[in-house]
Structure formats: C-alpha cells, structure tokens
C-alpha cells in the first residue's frame, strides 16, 4: 500500500519538475532571443510574443547584415583584388626593357579593364547613393596606398611616387565613383518642395 501511495506523490513531483525546468527554458530563451535583438529587459515578453514584431526586426538586422557583406565585398574584396593584378602585371613588365614606363603602360591597360570589372560588379544590383560609391573610391584608395607602400616601396625599397602612381590613385578613386553616377543616370531624383 505504501508503494502504491508513493506513486501518484513521485508522479506529481516530476511533472512539477518538470513544469519548472520548461518555464527556466523559456525564460532562457527569451532573454537570449531579447539580448540579441536589441529587446531591454522589460521588453522580453513582448518581443518574443509579437511575431510581427519579432519577424521585422530579424529581417531588418537580416538586411543590415547582408548590408555590411557586401560593403565588405565591394571595398576590401574587389579592391584588394583589383590591386592585385595590377600589382602581378607590374612584376611581370618589372623585368621587361619596358620597366621605365611600366607604370604609364599598366594605367593605358588596365583603367579600361578596370572600368569593365567594376561596372560588371555593380550593374544588377539596385541602384546606391552615389555616396556608396564615394565610399568605395576612398576605401580603393587606401587599400591601393597600403599595399603599394607594404610590397612596392618597403619591400622592394623603390623610389614609387612618381606622377603615374597619383593618376593611378586619382583613377582608382573615380572609377567606382564614375561608375555609380553612370548607374544612377535613369533613377528618379525626389523633388524639394
């Protein structure tokens, strides 16, 4: 008889284990889910209990995310690469009687071939402010000043900036910046007033 009166008892205490084990998930979960979306502490309930709420917010910090990507893609990526084969092409002539005018010979090649890769690059995409593109000018920039003074100038201890390299910067610059504003050409402007 004991036994049998210590059953329903046990029973009975397991699903109030239970109960408080799944309500300690749920509070876990909230303040993790809340923690990162932005929720405060007082908003823990009501964000996760607002689908609409909950599922703008994910796919705003969705976009910021995809946002940041490709502004990574579109500067440090394309730029980088952009600078490296112009950089491998100047190690090949670096060794040809053409040497003295590599730099004059690279800027005749590749501002077109560079002109054809960034509108390629950013020709399906929806149309960005042309301070998007600004920012990616800057960005070349210093990537292309970096990388020429870490593997040009320390590395192979050249005399570098002569005024072919300043029109290569100033190309490097206004390409992207060129690029949106032909890309732009055909997107209406908001009036004033």
Request: glycine content about 6%; hydrophobic content about 45%; overall charge positive.
């Amino acid at each position: 008889m004991i036994t049998s009166g210590c059953i329903p008892v046990l029973s009975t205490a397991h699903n109030s284990l239970a109960t408080a084990v799944h309500i300690r998930d749920q509070a876990i979960s909230y303040m993790i889910y809340g923690t990162l979306h932005g929720a405060k502490e007082a908003d823990y309930g009501s964000v996760c209990r607002d689908t609409k709420t909950c599922s703008a917010k994910h796919k705003n910090a969705k976009r910021q995310n995809n946002t940041m990507k490709q502004w990574i893609k579109d500067t440090a990526a394309l730029g980088t690469a952009l600078w490296l084969i112009g950089y491998l092409a100047s190690l090949v002539l670096f060794f040809t009687p053409y040497a003295g005018i590599m730099g004059w010979i690279l800027l005749a090649v590749f501002t077109p071939v560079t002109l054809a890769i960034t509108w390629w690059w950013f020709r399906h995409r929806e149309p960005h402010p042309v301070q998007y593109y600004t920012g990616v000018g800057v960005a070349w920039v210093l990537i292309a000043v970096v990388l020429d003074y870490l593997f040009i100038v320390l590395m192979f201890q050249a005399t570098y900036y002569q005024p072919d390299v300043f029109v290569y910067y100033t190309f490097t610059f206004l390409i992207p910046v060129g690029v949106g504003l032909y890309l732009n050409r055909n997107v209406p402007v908001a009036k004033t007033g």
